[in-house]
């Protein structure tokens, strides 16, 4: 029973490239809502004018040739950032549509540079 309850509510996040594989073997895929893991790539971040429309796109963990193009509208996460210097891992939650870009209802970040001891922390410690 507690095997069944834990199981059941286990959430399994595919990278970019898990979900282009299941996607390529079974096109109906994309109807189901999944939740991708990837790092934020440094300068890819585009906001709308008018609307809180975002685009920006992650790479794969292990594969970072592998991107995928993230759509959100709504307020990004305080911990969001496109920078060069900084190292943001995000979880997207959506779907991937027909035009290859994921429809995201939900993004989680974490920025671990922010959390992180700087070397110049580490030796005062």
């Keep these: 029973l507690v095997w069944t309850g834990v199981s059941d509510t286990m959430v399994y996040y595919l990278t970019p490239t898990e979900l282009e594989a299941k996607i390529s073997t079974d096109p109906s895929f994309r109807e189901l809502g999944v939740k991708v893991s990837g790092r934020v ?3 890819t971040h585009w906001e709308s004018d008018e609307a809180l429309l975002h685009r920006f796109q992650i790479h794969d963990l292990e594969n970072p040739e592998v991107t995928m193009t993230i759509e959100y509208d709504n307020v990004l996460p305080d911990t ?3 920078s060069e210097t ?10 991937l549509r027909d035009d290859g870009i994921f429809e995201a209802k939900t993004v989680l970040t ?7 001891a700087t070397p ?6």
Excluded: H, I, Q, T
């Design 41 to 43: 790539v440094p300068g």
């Design 80 to 82: 969001f950032s496109d």
């Design 86 to 95: 900084m190292v943001v891992d995000a979880v997207v939650e959506g779907r």
């Design 110 to 116: 974490k920025c671990g540079s922010r959390y992180e």
């Design 120 to 125: 110049e922390e580490l030796a005062a410690g």
